[in-house]
C-alpha cells in the first residue's frame, strides 16, 4: 500500500544521505521524496511516498525517528490529507491546435511560463498526483519536448500543525 | 581561552572524565598527537592495528561499563577502523571514535590518505559527525558522547580535517546538551508496566529472555535475578546476554538459540509468555521465526523502539532503560503484593525438569584420547572460578565457551555476537585488562580467529598485561568446517590450515610465555601453570584439540528451535 511520510529533520549536512542510505540498506522502497528547507532554516521538512505493508511502514517510521538528526516522522496516510505535486512540461510549437492546448492548460488551472508561439512552450501544473498523469496523457499528442515533476508534498488536514515544538 | 582544535579535543576529553584511549598515529592526526604528548589527563595506548584500536575499545567499554574511545588516521586508519565500528553497532557498545581527515580545502580532491570516512561509516554508526569549523568541535564532541552512552549505545565517529586541529578559537565547553532531535525514552509507559504484570502473574509456562541490553544497563542483572525469582519464571540469555543472571542460579536455563540447551529451546518453544528484556530476537536466536515461541504472549522490553517487533510481533511492547522497566515492573508486582500462579508453574517447572535431564552439554573426554575442547573451557572456569573477564573470537571455540564456562556476573563475556568478528577477541582482551588490571582475563580464540588480530600480542607485551590467551587449536576453521560437513557432504573448501605457524614461538617471539598441550594427561598442569605465571607476561596456550568434534545441540539453519540436532 502507498504511504505519505512527512518528516521534520535538522537542516545539517548529510541529511538527505541518511534518509535515502536507510531506505537503499534497508531495502525499503522510495518512490518520491521531496526535501526544503522551512522558514525556520534550521528546519527541512521531507514528504516521503513509500510502498509497503503496515509492517514494513511501522518499521520505516522507527528506522527514521532512529536517525539522530530526525526530529519527528508522521504517516499522513491515514488521516484526511491533501497532497500536490507540480509538473513542468516544455511542448512542441502546436501551429493549428494551439488553442486546444491552451484550453487544456486552463481546464487544469496550468500556467504558460514561457511562450514562444513558434517553437515552444513551457507549461507548468499543480495538482493531485493521479491528476498530473492524466494532464501528460492528454498533452502526449500535442508532443513534448521535455517534463520534469516533483514528487507530492503532503499536509494533514485539520487545525493541528506538524511542527518542531 | 583560546586552543587549537587539538587542545580542544584533548580538554573535552579531559572534561567527559576520559581516563584511556586507543589509537595509531598518521599524517592526518599529529597535531592530535602532538597535543596527547603534552597532557597527562589520559593514557593513550598504541596499538598495531585500527581494528585492533576499535575492538579494544570495545572491551574497555563493555568490561568497565565507560564509552570506549579510539583515535585513528585519515584514508586508511578510518578504512581499517571500520569492521570495529560495525561491530559495536551490532552490539551496542559505547565508543567514540576520532578520524583525522585532510585539509578541509583538500576535502574531494583524492588528497593524499584522502577517504570519504562519514560517507564509508555512516551505517556502521549510530551517528557520525565531520567537523567543519573549531568553534563547533567542542559541542560536537560533547553530542558524541552523549549520543554514544544514552538510548542504545553505540559508536559514533567524529571525522577532523588536518586544519580544524590547528585552528585556534575560544574554547567554550557547553555545560549540557540538549538536542531536539534525540531525546531517548527511559522510562516504561505506566499502562504497559501494568499490563505486563498483570501477564506475568497469569502466565502458566512463562519464560525470560535477556540479552545484551542487560550488560548496558547498569545494575540491572540483579533486578533480572529479583524478578524472575518473583514470578518463578525461568531465565534464558542471548549469548550477548550471558552473566546476566549467574549461571547456577535455579532459574537460569543456559543460552537459546542454534546452540543453546535443549531445555532453554524448549522451554522458548512451548512456554505462554516470553518475557524478551533487552534482546532482539536475532535470527540465531529465533530459527525459524513462525515456529519461534508460538504459543506465547510476547511481552519486549526494549530501549530501541526499532528493536521491538521488527522480526517478531510484540504483544505487549515497553519502550524503556531495560533497569529502569525491571524496578517498575518489580515495584507494581509488590504494590499489588503479586502472587504468581504457583499451581500451573509446579508443573511447568517438572516439565523442565525432564527436558533438563536430556543433559544437552554433555560431552566425554576419553582419558588416552582427544582432548575436548569443552574440557579445556570447563578447566578455565575451575581454575579462575568462574569470575574471569572472558573475551573470544568467532566459531566453534566461541560457542564451547558460551555454553561451558559458566558466567557469574554481568559484562564478563566479550564476545563479538551481532557482526560476528573473527579478531575481535585479543583486541578486546586488551582493553578489559587495561579497564580492569586487578581482574583475570582470559581470550579463548581459534587457531584460524588468533591470526586475525594477532599483531596485538605486541601491545600486551608493550603495556605489560598478563592476559591468559588459550587457543583451541583444531587445525580447521572449526565452525565452517562443521557446516561444511553437515551441509555440504564433507567437501571442506578452504576451511583447512597446512600452513600453521608455531604459537609458541610466535608468543615467545612477541615478548610473552608460550605453552603447548596435545596430551589429556597434561593438561591440568599446563593451565595450572599458565595461570601461575608471575609478572607482567601475556601466556598463550596452544591447546590441540579433537579435531573434528561438532557444536552441539544445533538448530540448524532455517530450522525451528525444537527441530534440535543433540549429538
Known sequence: MRHTITVLVENEFGVLTRVAGLFSARGYNIETLNVAPLQDSTVSRMTLVTRGDEHVIEQIKKQLNKLIPVIKVEDISHDVHLERGMLMVKVKACGDHCEALLDLVEQYDGEVLDDHIDSHMILEFTNKVDVLDAILDALTPFGMIETTRTGPLGMRRGVDGFTVD | ?567
Open chain 2, 1 to 567: 581561552m583560546k586552543l587549537s582544535g587539538a587542545e580542544i579535543l584533548v580538554e573535552c576529553l579531559k572534561r567527559e572524565g576520559v581516563d584511556t584511549i586507543f589509537g595509531y598515529p598518521g599524517g592526518a592526526v599529529l597535531q592530535i598527537y602532538d597535543a596527547i604528548f603534552k597532557q597527562d589527563h589520559f593514557k593513550h595506548y598504541l596499538v598495531r592495528h585500527e581494528q585492533g584500536a576499535l575492538h579494544a575499545a570495545s572491551g574497555y567499554a563493555r568490561a568497565s561499563g565507560k564509552c570506549g574511545v579510539a583515535l585513528v588516521t585519515s584514508g586508511p586508519g578510518a578504512t581499517n577502523a571500520v569492521t570495529g565500528l560495525a561491530d559495536a553497532l551490532a552490539d551496542s557498545t559505547p565508543i567514540v571514535c576520532f578520524s583525522g581527515q585532510v585539509p578541509s580545502g583538500l576535502i574531494g580532491n583524492d588528497a593524499f590518505q584522502e577517504a570519504d570516512v562519514v560517507g564509508i561509516t555512516r551505517s556502521a554508526t549510530k551517528h557520525n559527525f565531520l567537523v567543519k569549523h573549531a568553534e563547533d568541535l567542542a559541542l560536537v564532541i560533547r553530542q558524541a558522547f552523549h549520543i554514544a552512552t544514552t538510548g542504545r549505545p553505540g559508536p559514533v565517529l567524529v571525522d577532523i580535517p588536518k586544519d580544524i586541529s590547528i585552528n585556534i578559537c575560544e574554547f567554550e565547553w557547553p555545560e549540557a546538551v540538549n538536542m531536539r532531535s534525540y531525546q531517548p525514552v527511559t522510562s516504561g509507559h505506566p499502562g504497559q508496566i501494568k499490563k505486563a504484570v498483570r501477564k506475568m502473574l497469569t502466565a502458566q509456562r512463562p519464560v525470560i529472555y535477556s540479552g545484551g541490553g542487560i550488560m548496558n544497563a547498569a545494575g540491572s542483572a540483579a533486578l533480572l535475578r529479583e524478578l524472575s525469582h518473583t514470578i518463578n519464571a525461568p531465565v534464558t540469555n542471548t549469548l550477548m546476554g550471558l552473566g546476566g543472571i549467574p549461571y547456577d542460579d535455579t532459574h537460569f536455563l543456559g543460552m537459546l538459540g542454534m546452540h543453546g540447551t535443549y531445555e532453554a529451546n524448549m522451554a522458548v518453544s512451548h512456554c505462554d509468555l516470553l518475557v524478551a528484556i533487552g534482546a532482539r530476537f536475532d535470527d540465531r536466536v529465533t530459527g525459524k521465526i513462525e515456529a519461534f515461541a508460538p504459543d506465547a504472549t510476547i511481552i519486549h522490553v526494549d530501549v530501541d523502539p526499532s528493536s521491538i517487533s521488527k522480526n517478531v510481533h510484540a504483544h505487549l511492547p515497553i519502550v524503556g532503560d531495560v533497569k529502569v522497566v525491571l524496578t517498575q515492573l518489580l515495584e507494581e508486582i509488590a504494590r499489588k503484593n503479586g502472587q504468581p500462579d504457583e499451581i500451573a508453574l509446579a508443573l511447568w517447572w517438572e516439565q523442565i525438569t525432564e527436558w533438563r535431564a536430556v543433559d544437552s552439554l554433555y560431552f566425554e573426554q576419553p582419558q588416552d584420547g582427544p582432548i575436548m575442547p569443552q574440557s579445556v573451557i570447563r578447566k578455565t572456569h575451575a581454575l579462575t572460578d568462574g569470575d574471569a573477564i572472558v573475551a573470544t573470537d568467532v566459531g566453534q571455540h566461541q560457542m564451547w565457551t558460551a555454553q561451558h564456562y559458566g558466567f557469574r556476573k554481568a559484562n564478563r563475556f566479550l564476545t563479538s555476537g551481532g557482526l560476528g568478528t573473527m579478531g575481535y577477541g585479543l583486541p578486546a582482551g586488551v582493553g578489559a585488562q587495561i579497564a580492569m588490571p586487578n581482574e583475570r582475563v582470559v581470550v579463548f580464540t581459534g587457531d584460524a580467529s588468533i591470526q586475525m588480530c594477532i599483531q596485538e600480542l605486541a601491545t600486551l607485551y608493550q603495556y605489560k598485561l598478563p592476559v591468559v590467551i588459550i587457543i583451541l587449536n583444531n587445525a580447521y576453521m572449526g565452525m565452517v568446517r562443521q557446516w561444511q560437513e553437515m551441509f555440504y557432504e564433507s567437501r571442506y573448501s578452504h576451511s583447512y590450515f597446512d600452513a600453521l605457524p608455531d604459537f609458541v614461538k610466535l608468543a615467545e617471539a612477541y615478548g610473552g610465555v608460550g605453552m603447548r598441550v596435545d596430551q589429556v594427561s597434561e593438561l591440568d598442569a599446563i593451565l595450572q601453570a599458565a595461570f601461575e605465571v608471575t609478572g607482567e607476561s601475556f601466556v598463550l596456550v596452544d591447546v590441540a584439540v579433537s579435531r573434528e568434534e561438532n557444536v552441539y545441540p544445533m538448530v540448524p539453519a532455517g530450522a525451528a528451535l525444537n527441530e534440535m540436532v543433540l549429538s
